[in-house]
């Protein structure tokens, strides 16, 4: 018995583009198109219809744009939320990290090769984020003077969840560090690694490394990127 096919939602304005996701993912064995959409308006009532395994969104569109479809499929709060691939013309910039604050999975640009949009989909609908290192360093450490919190509650909640070695840890993936990255720094396997990852994750509440990166800068954990 074979796995059932990753089933997305397309979420375009242009309908060449549209169409051109369209026939990359579904020339996959493993992927199924179930849905498109022109407009966020759309794309948010398609979603919750259809309820994708992952969404590819697009972030400027009409009516409402992909931010807030993002923010009401995947934001805080919901019980079950949507895995939305961002895919967009835009390189790092604010609205980018405007969209994984909403609750983006990752993203790529419009110029990947399909080889990396397919491998991108693959990689957020087994639950895992799609954040280059490289990406994380500056989307992250460029928007960091925003993202502090007003009081050291947070901070102080953060270091009382976690243990001495899980803080290293998320210091590390805050600094935009790979898993084999992060065991040839701390001298531990990478399955150690996953580990320690995975009770971050648990004990923070949080979906993925993006909101690891996002929370670790909120709390003063990381004060400036290399």
Do not use: W
């Given at each position: 018995?074979?796995?059932?096919?990753?089933?997305?939602?397309?979420?375009?304005?242009?309908?060449?583009?549209?169409?051109?996701?369209?026939?990359?993912?579904?020339?996959?064995?493993?992927?199924?198109?179930?849905?498109?959409?022109?407009?966020?308006?759309?794309?948010?009532?398609?979603?919750?219809?259809?309820?994708?395994?992952?969404?590819?969104?697009?972030?400027?569109?009409?009516?409402?744009?992909?931010?807030?479809?993002?923010?009401?499929?995947?934001?805080?709060?919901?019980?079950?939320?949507?895995?939305?691939?961002?895919?967009?013309?835009?390189?790092?910039?604010?609205?980018?990290?405007?969209?994984?604050?909403?609750?983006?999975?990752g993203f790529l640009l419009k110029d990947a090769a399909p080889a990396e949009l397919i491998k991108g989909v693959r990689t957020i609908a087994r639950g895992d984020s799609l954040l280059a290192p490289a990406v994380t360093?500056?989307?992250?450490?460029?928007?960091?003077?925003?993202?502090?919190?007003?009081t050291l509650q947070a901070r102080e909640e953060v270091v009382r969840a976690l243990t001495a070695r899980e803080l290293e840890v998320l210091e590390q993936i805050a600094a935009g560090r790979t898993n084999a990255e992060?065991?040839?720094?701390?001298?531990?396997?990478?399955?150690?690694?996953?580990?320690?990852?995975?009770?971050?994750?648990?004990?923070?509440?949080?979906?993925?490394?993006?909101?690891?990166?996002?929370?670790?800068?909120?709390?003063?954990?990381?004060?400036?990127?290399?």
């Amino acid at each position: 018995m074979t796995d059932a096919p990753i089933r997305l939602l397309i979420c375009e304005d242009q309908e060449l583009v549209r169409a051109g996701y369209t026939t990359i993912f579904s020339s996959q064995p493993d992927m199924e198109v179930i849905g498109e959409a022109a407009d966020g308006r759309a794309a948010i009532e398609a979603a919750r219809r259809l309820r994708p395994d992952v969404i590819v969104m697009d972030i400027r569109m009409p009516i409402i744009d992909g931010i807030e479809a993002t923010r009401q499929l995947a934001g805080p709060g919901l019980a079950t939320p949507a895995k939305i691939l961002v895919v967009t013309t835009f390189n790092v910039d604010v609205y980018v990290y405007e969209a994984l604050k909403a609750g983006a999975s990752g993203f790529l640009l419009k110029d990947a090769a399909p080889a990396e949009l397919i491998k991108g989909v693959r990689t957020i609908a087994r639950g895992d984020s799609l954040l280059a290192p490289a990406v994380t360093r500056t989307l992250i450490g460029r928007h960091a003077e925003h993202l502090r919190p007003t009081t050291l509650q947070a901070r102080e909640e953060v270091v009382r969840a976690l243990t001495a070695r899980e803080l290293e840890v998320l210091e590390q993936i805050a600094a935009g560090r790979t898993n084999a990255e992060i065991a040839a720094e701390l001298f531990i396997t990478i399955e150690t690694v996953k580990t320690y990852v995975s009770r971050i994750l648990m004990k923070l509440d949080l979906r993925d490394r993006v909101q690891a990166v996002i929370l670790a800068f909120r709390v003063g954990l990381v004060s400036s990127m290399e």
